[in-house]
């Protein structure tokens, strides 16, 4: 199924991203992103799925269909993002520079999160 293609920045993307999400206020308890959080983990859930059973059967992964579950997976990156007040741009920006925070100290294969 084709879909029309949009040029955009992370920022542009997580603001249309928004537009669609319909979260009632009790799904955040405690102003915890609980529903964003687990959609989260099912979205990678079902990403990881498809990719286990292309390598359990020796096929080719459905690349479209691995692609519309990664997208999931970002349209909940960007409210898991949004509900704590911050942008995709500013994830992405911190990520690389921790990135290369342990690339510049040999340690980006090392185990954990404070390396």
Do not use: F
């Not at 687990?38 to 990403?47: N, Q, S």
């Amino acid at each position: 199924m084709g879909y029309p293609s949009y040029d955009m920045t992370l920022n542009q993307y997580q603001s249309r991203a928004l537009e669609t999400a319909q979260v009632p206020d009790e799904c955040t308890p405690s102003g915890l992103p609980v529903y964003y959080a687990m959609g989260l983990a099912g979205e990678a859930g079902e990403y990881l799925d498809k990719v286990k059973k292309a390598w359990r059967n020796q096929k080719p992964l459905d690349r479209e269909a691995a692609l519309r579950e990664l997208g999931d997976v970002l349209w909940y990156i960007a409210t898991n993002a949004h509900a704590l007040d911050a942008t995709l741009e500013e994830v992405a920006s911190m990520n690389i520079a921790k990135l290369a925070d342990r690339h510049a100290r040999g340690v980006i294969k090392s185990e954990g999160d404070d390396r």
